[in-house]
């Protein structure tokens, strides 16, 4: 059988080159693991572009992901707005690959056909002991070699974040501050082969 390539960029993090934020409805407040957020009302674009070689066609798929501002009623700083920030804890193993080592223990692989993942996962709040309090995980596409996308689950959405710990932790003008992290899981080819996760840089 004739192997299907098929190419998918996806483009779910903050960049100045990609996307802008922008007005883009109200102000909305949530709580989120005994912590209250106000998120907008600017957004970032979530962007999924599809390329069937044998086609040519593209599809395109965007989304708007809301970005948080507060928590608590305190102010929640970009990495633009910090003092410096040396962002991953763990040596030679960056955020984005923390988060896709523990996504390996919590898909049911061997249920799954080969294919390419789309983590919809964008940023990510920090308190000031640099722990993960806020996610806008959305959910997980793989894209079949049959060009046909399914949404699956996995098994417990906190484990995706467990034993990560940012430090040091962000700063603001002398004082540990809570900040807001880009993901870039774009720069990441990510799929399951032979009921594996695998992934490398593009």
Do not use: W
């Not at 190419?7 to 990609?18: E, K, Y």
């Not at 995706?160 to 720069?187: D, E, Y």
């Amino acid at each position: 059988m004739k192997n299907i390539s098929i190419i998918l960029f996806v483009l779910g993090s903050i960049s100045s080159h990609c996307f802008a934020q922008h007005p883009a409805g109200s102000v909305k407040e949530i709580e989120y693991k005994g912590n209250k957020f106000v998120l907008g009302p600017q957004t970032i674009k979530d962007t999924i572009i599809i390329t069937d070689p044998i086609t040519g066609n593209d599809v395109t798929r965007v989304s708007d992901i809301p970005i948080p501002v507060s928590m608590n009623d305190r102010h929640i700083y970009s990495n633009e707005e910090v003092d410096a920030h040396t962002p991953y804890s763990m040596p030679n193993l960056n955020l984005e690959e923390k988060i896709l080592n523990n996504l390996k223990d919590l898909l049911f692989l061997s249920a799954l056909p080969d294919g390419i993942l789309h983590l919809r996962l964008a940023q990510v709040v920090t308190d000031e002991n640099g722990k993960i309090v806020y996610d806008d995980f959305a959910g997980i596409n793989l894209l079949q070699k049959d060009n046909i996308i399914r949404t699956i689950g996995i098994t417990n959405q906190d484990s995706l974040f467990s034993n990560i710990v940012m430090a040091p932790v962000a700063t603001h003008k002398g004082h540990k501050v809570i900040s807001r992290q880009n993901l870039f899981l774009n720069n990441y080819l990510i799929q399951i082969k032979d009921h594996k996760l695998i992934y490398s840089k593009k």
